[in-house]
């Protein structure tokens, strides 16, 4: 199935980690000072916009839904979802990444995440993941439509090549750069996806049904 494409791009939450719930707790937990209400608006705008950075993330919580109330600053906040996040993507499910490679050896495998690029590169490192990805791990503070169109000029993304993501703002970004996309929805929390699943170039459940 995947053996025409030269480059395969892999979003990392909820496609090579099963972390999407993992994060959306460390966002709870971070705002949770502010109050239940302050921390769910900040879980349901996170979740509207899957694939975004924590930073955008962030700056929109304290401005939108806290702006003038005490509680922790910007980099408070990113320190206590930070070492949540941590936690978790250290121990959460991992998708079969070795027996898909040996179906897709001749491909170039980027991540191309909305994740913190050091702390990524870091988790890939730890959990000896890090050598699927000939052609690098990439993450914020550039957003995913920055990193492709970089890597497309530099020649690390060569055509024709697939987007393998679980949200719309993958959709949307593998569409600007026009890259084929795979929706991946066995870990996914993007609720509608499958409204939309005709732009799709196909839908699995998981990485291993690519095979």
Not at 13 to 20: E, H, K, R
Not at 54 to 81: M, N, Q
Request: hydrophobic share 40%.
């Amino acid at each position: 199935m995947l053996n025409k494409y030269k480059t395969l791009v892999f979003d990392c939450d909820g496609v090579v980690l099963n972390s999407n719930k993992v994060k959306t707790e460390a966002f709870y937990q971070a705002a949770l000072p502010y109050g239940q209400p302050a921390a769910q608006a900040l879980v349901d705008f996170h979740l509207e916009r899957g694939g975004i950075s924590r930073y955008e993330k962030f700056e929109w919580f304290l401005s939108t839904v806290v702006p003038g109330v005490e509680g922790p600053d910007y980099k408070t906040l990113l320190k206590s979802y930070a070492e949540e996040v941590m936690h978790g993507l250290l121990r959460c499910e991992v998708a079969d990444l070795a027996l898909l490679r040996k179906k897709n050896l001749d491909a170039n495998w980027l991540i191309v995440s909305g994740g913190d690029q050091d702390e990524l590169r870091d988790i890939f490192n730890k959990r000896n993941l890090i050598s699927f990805f000939d052609g690098g791990i990439f993450g914020s503070p550039d957003n995913k439509s920055e990193i492709l169109e970089r890597e497309i000029a530099a020649g690390n993304i060569n055509y024709p090549a697939l987007f393998l993501g679980d949200s719309q703002y993958d959709f949307e970004s593998a569409k600007q750069a026009k890259l084929d996309f795979m929706f991946v929805s066995g870990w996914s929390e993007w609720g509608n996806a499958l409204d939309s699943q005709k732009f799709f170039t196909f839908a699995v459940g998981s990485l291993s049904e690519c095979i």
